[in-house]
């Protein structure tokens, strides 16, 4: 590209006005299905009982674009508004034509399911039922799809947010300390598409509670793209913050992701941390050891993991004949016939002899693995989403990642319906004075 037609992308996307309040408005319920004022937004389909609209929010179908994407056989419609007011009967999925949208049509179709000229629309188009202000500002932000930019990027630059642990700031020895050296790197070789990778870096409080919060006042300050970093100790708190406010996360720390239906689309997981450990120790027991014991200490990860386990099975009858044992050392060990051990909590390297010892052990060794596999994922979505980046497209980019390798043992995969890049932990047996690791 031109050094004059660069200047030019530069001047447009700069001059691009920001979202009016009504717009802002708007796009919470295009994006969320939710109501800004606090009011009840209601879907259907096909007649069926009305459900919450934050279970089928637009974008869902349409995308953040409005460009749609076929799925299940349905393709919906491009609803940007360009495409809406064509000044002539576009052909429409299905071979249906139809004059151009108003304003008032648009919400027509969106509350009543049916188009300018009368037809019915699909069926899997859902019937909101909203109030007058929101059905405006729905319209208004529709009228801006595509036009639209993400915070935190610009024609020259892309903001990365970095959330590390208390006391690892960027300056302090840490493994997200090796980012600054990666995306230097990054940066050296031209960037992405012309783009530096800036790193803008936020050390989270020690108190896990106060966490959420800081984040939102850093995401709302920052003018940042997406996030990659630590979650640890309060993984749906973080979870919930990059889902109001729209930020694509990958968590490069997690212990417990936030996996739990509705599906949170804005944060991508390495692994299943130690849930994921813990729920193979669970299948694999299930049917061996009906009488099991956890046996934790009080506090920290530990007690964390029995809140998980307690949770998550049911403690059989009759003497323990197993324990799920999540303290790092092994005294009093000896008294239970079987241990069932997440690697993640325990560094032993040797085990009370005549004790069957099962190990999940962890997918990934060392921070400094996740560290460098969080930035090549980061990396290659960006390549993915292309010159006109977006969250959307960043979010589909890593939507479409099958068996991607990276510096980890096993390759990561994603989806639509898929946040776990590495799903599944394996069983090994070990006995007595046979190291672990």
Not at 88 to 114: D, F, I
Not at 398 to 404: I, P
Request: proline share 8%.
């Amino acid at each position: 590209m031109s050094r004059f037609l660069f200047l030019l992308l530069t001047v447009a996307l700069s001059a691009q006005p920001r979202l009016t309040p009504e717009e802002e408005r708007g796009r919470q319920i295009y994006e969320k299905g939710t109501s800004p004022s606090g009011g009840i937004i209601e879907a259907s389909i096909a007649g069926d009982a009305r459900v919450p609209g934050s279970v089928l929010p637009c974008v869902n179908c349409h995308g953040a674009d409005g460009a749609g994407r076929a799925e299940g056989g349905v393709v919906p419609s491009v609803i940007n508004w360009n495409a809406l007011t064509k000044p002539y009967a576009a052909p429409q999925p299905g071979g249906r034509t139809h004059p151009p949208y108003s304003e008032r049509l648009l919400t027509r179709a969106v509350t009543m399911g049916t188009d300018p000229a009368g037809n019915s629309l699909n069926a899997a188009m859902p019937r909101f039922r909203l109030s007058l202000a929101d059905a405006s500002d729905l319209v208004a932000y529709v009228k801006r799809l595509g036009d639209a930019i993400d915070p935190g990027v610009t024609a020259e630059t892309v903001r990365l947010g970095v959330l590390t642990a208390p006391r690892q700031a960027v300056r302090a020895a840490g493994p997200f300390n090796e980012l600054l050296a990666y995306f230097a790197r990054v940066n050296a070789g031209g960037g992405i598409f012309g783009r530096r990778v800036e790193l803008s870096f936020l050390e989270l409080p020690v108190d896990a509670s106060l966490r959420a919060g800081a984040v939102r006042e850093f995401l709302g300050a920052g003018q940042v793209f997406a996030v990659v970093g630590d979650f640890t100790g309060a993984e749906s708190e973080l979870a919930a913050a990059m889902r109001d406010t729209a930020t694509p996360a990958i968590a490069a720390f997690a212990p417990f992701p936030a996996t739990a239906s509705p599906l949170n689309r804005y944060v991508f997981y390495l692994n299943g941390g130690l849930a994921g450990e813990l729920q193979a120790l669970v299948d694999f027991a299930a049917k061996r050891f009906p009488a099991t014991e956890i046996v934790a200490s009080d506090t920290g990860i530990s007690a964390d993991a029995a809140k998980w386990l307690a949770g998550n099975i049911r403690i059989g009858d009759g003497a323990p004949g197993a324990a799920y044992w999540l303290r790092p050392e092994l005294q009093g060990a000896e008294r239970f016939p079987v241990l069932l051990i997440p690697g993640s909590l325990c560094d032993c390297t040797s085990f009370p002899r005549d004790t069957k010892v099962f190990v999940a052990p962890p997918q990934i060794a060392s921070a400094r693995d996740r560290v460098f596999a969080s930035a090549a994922i980061v990396t290659e979505a960006f390549r993915l989403a292309g010159r006109d980046l977006s969250r959307a497209g960043f979010i589909a980019a890593l939507e479409s990642f099958r068996d991607v390798r990276t510096n980890l043992q096993g390759p990561i995969s994603f989806g639509p319906s898929r946040r776990v890049g590495m799903d599944g932990s394996g069983i090994h047996p070990v006995s007595g004075s046979i190291p672990m690791k």
